[in-house]
């Protein structure tokens, strides 16, 4: 699986984005897939996952009530709904493909990761 995020961008405090991941190959349907994120200075942190049919998610306790995960099969896509942003979720977003049909919040979880999109929230 190849993985390709886009969609990250500047936006004001209290705004909303969306961030994409297209995935290509075959293994993308079977797979659970991640979001994470890595600001300047800091190591990579987890936001959410999502199993292999869509079920499954789980959310970062930073991002918990504000950002959601989805997956289209159909379009080899993963989203990550953004709202209420903080200038504090500035960073660089990274998807990955998770080893298993469900995929947790550890780096070890995933196997493949995308280029990351740049998301800059102003205060």
């Known amino acids: 699986v190849q993985l390709q995020a886009f969609g990250g961008g500047l936006v004001q405090a209290g705004g909303s984005l969306r961030v994409s991941c297209r995935a290509s190959?075959?293994?993308?349907?079977?797979?659970?897939m991640g979001w994470f994120r890595q600001a300047p200075g800091k190591e990579r942190e987890f936001v959410a996952s999502?199993?292999?049919?869509?079920?499954?998610?789980l959310y970062g306790d930073s991002v918990k009530g504000r950002f959601t995960i989805s997956r289209d099969n159909t379009k080899n896509m993963v989203y990550l709904q953004m709202n209420s942003l903080k200038p504090e979720d500035t960073a660089v977003y990274y998807c990955?493909?998770?080893?298993?049909?469900?995929?947790?919040?550890?780096?070890?979880?995933?196997?493949?990761w995308g280029r990351g999109t740049l998301v800059t929230v102003s205060s």
């Open positions: 990955a493909g998770g080893r298993r049909a469900y995929s947790g919040r550890s780096l070890d979880d995933y196997t493949t």
């Open positions: 190959g075959r293994a993308f349907s079977n797979n659970g």
């Open positions: 999502i199993g292999w049919s869509g079920g499954g998610a």
